[in-house]
Structure formats: C-alpha cells, structure tokens
C-alpha cells in the first residue's frame, strides 16, 4: 500500500514571514557559495526573487509561471534582459507548505543554495523567522474545468477540486527506484512531514554527463541522492523507502506555487517533471474559463466542490481526458 496524504486549504489570511532570516549554501550547478536572505513583504505582492548581487539596487524576478525560462534539471525564472534565478522549486515549495503567500527572497548569485537537496532546510528557516497573518483574504486559483498536458508517456493534470492533493506515479528501470505511487492530500503539516525531506536524486552516469557539459558542479552526496545501476551510493540509505516519488511531489508543489497562489484543484502526475508542470499552468491560465480566483475564505465555505470531489477522479479518468499540448 502506498501511502496515503491531502491540503485543505483553511488559511483565510494572507501570510508573510515575522522576520528577516538567511542561510548560505552551495550552487547545484555552479558551484559557487551562495547567500539567500528572506524578506517579509506586502499585501499581494505575492513571491519575489531578487538578484541582489546586480548592480544597481538588484533586479526583481516575480515567481510566476510566465517567468519561466529554463526548465531542464531545474526550474529557471528570468526577466526580460536575460537575468535568471535557478533551482527556485525547493524554495517554492517550502513557501507553499507553509502557506507563506508574500515574500521577498533574496539570491546573492543566479541560483538558490541547493542545501540537502529537500526542502527541510527552507521549512526550518521559515519556521525561525515565523509567521504573521496579514489583512488582507487569502487567494485562490480554483481549477474548473480538466486541463491535461502529455509528452511522451508523461502527463500532468489539474482537476477541479475544493482542496490541493496530489497523486504521482513514477517508474524508473533501477530497482533502486522502480516503480513508485503515492497520494498526498496537503492538509496542515503533510508537506513537512511526508513530504520537505525527501531529496533530489539523479542517476551516476547523468551526473559525469552534466559535470563535462558543466553542470552540476555543486551537486555530491550531501545534496542528492545518487543511483548507480541498481544501487544507492549513498551510506546513511534513503530517507523513506519511497523517497524519489515523495521528492517529484515536492517539486510539483514547488512548481505549482509559480500559478501565483494556492491551487484549489487535484494534481495528477505521471512521470512528470518541471517543464511539464510549467506547461501545465500554461495551459491552464490560458484559457479564462478553466479557472477562477477566489478568497479561500469562498472555498471553504462551499460544499461540495462545483465540479467532482477530487476522491472520485482517478488515473483512468484522467486519461480519457484529451490533452490540450
Ligand atoms: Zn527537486
């Protein structure tokens, strides 16, 4: 049996942080030492990145999905002069699990410190710094209507729903890994506890790949979980036997916090990743009729959800539904 995790979402309020708090860590791809402050911010302003290290007083890059611009071993957001921060999705999912909606989140650098390679450090910084509830609702894009997206044997799927859950399947050739399932639905303390310390993970003979494409520079066995064949190389073993599902979880949380709030809706994913996760959010604003924002305050007041409860979709469903890229 696979596990079983839902988020309700019963946060009225907006929320930032109560104080200003960093860390500093190493760059996944480049390498470099990196320092990250978070700020609070405003009312609506919702998350942003800003590259202090640029002269100037910084360049600002809001974490929104039509801000992405790279979407290969990570996700990449950017401005229009072709500044870039990577590696947001651990950070963005942290933010989201915690139900951080405005922050300010300074990068000395292009990348966001990779850490452990999870999420866990970022939910123990935004624990330090604590939260304030601000006035002003809390925002919510409701999914109304099925958007599907699929790439070759890959697909990820929003489906309306009056809550944010999730369920995931991968399947690798490594025994290591093998086949995976888990469904989460995000209610208070899910993402901290199933979900923020399961780590990145990347295969032996993709990681000499990337360090001789220059890549990867950073990464080791203090920030990833690395397979060989059919083997961990890692001493202390993993942190949940289905640690790799847990961790493509938690970087479509990440990914999803990029709509810009909450998502009241089901997330299915089948061997998904980041670029189609963000072509997921692309096609789900572009169309006016197949969402809606809302206070939350709506959304848990209303019963039940407009269209299906989340529980009465399944794979097979979401499979009869025709993608839309
Ligand atoms: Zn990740």
């Known amino acids: 049996m696979s596990p079983t995790t839902v988020m309700k979402i019963n946060q009225q309020n907006q929320k930032t942080l109560k104080s200003i708090i960093g860390c500093s860590g190493i760059g996944l791809h480049s390498g470099d ?3 990250m402050t978070l700020h609070p911010a405003e009312v609506d302003s919702g998350i942003v990145f800003r590259r202090s290290d640029i ?14 611009r790279d979407t290969r071993l990570c996700t990449t957001i950017g401005d229009e002069n072709g500044v870039l921060i990577s590696t947001i999705e651990h ?3 942290a933010l989201a699990g915690a139900g951080v909606d405005n922050a300010l989140v300074d ?7 990779i ?10 910084l935004i624990d330090c710094a604590g939260l304030v509830e601000q006035d002003a609702p809390k925002r919510v894009v409701r999914v109304l209507k099925p958007v599907v997206v699929s790439d070759e044997g890959k697909s990820a799927s929003l489906l309306p729903s009056n809550e944010f859950s999730i369920d995931f399947e991968i399947d690798f050739d490594s025994s290591a890994i093998q086949r995976q399932s888990m469904r989460v639905d995000m209610i208070d303390g899910v993402f901290k506890n199933e979900l923020s310390r399961a780590r990145t993970f990347g295969f032996m003979h993709e990681v000499e790949a990337l360090r001789a494409a220059g890549f990867a520079k950073g990464g080791s066995l203090d920030n990833a979980v690395v397979v060989s064949g059919d ?30 709030g909450t998502i009241a809706g089901h997330f299915s994913g089948v061997c998904t990743g980041h670029s189609l996760n ?23 007041a209303s019963e039940p959800a407009k269209a299906a409860n989340s529980t009465s979709w399944d794979r097979e469903a979401v499979a009869a539904i025709p993608a839309t890229a």
Do not use: C, Q
């Open 231 to 260: 083997e961990i190389l890692n001493e202390d073993g993993l942190r949940f036997d289905d640690e790799f599902v847990r961790h493509k979880i938690l970087d479509a949380v990440g990914d999803l916090y990029l709509a810009g």
């Open 278 to 300: 963000n072509k997921l959010l692309r096609a789900l604003f572009a169309d006016a009729s197949n969402y809606e924002w809302v206070n939350a305050s709506d959304i848990t």
């Open 55 to 68: 002269s100037g007083g910084g360049v600002e890059i809001k974490a929104s999905f039509d801000n992405v």
């Open 91 to 93: 950070l963005m999912a």
């Open 115 to 124: 850490m452990d390679g999870s999420a866990a450090p970022f939910m123990f």
């Open 107 to 113: 990068v000395v650098g292009g990348e966001v410190p």
């Open 33 to 35: 030492k990196i320092s």
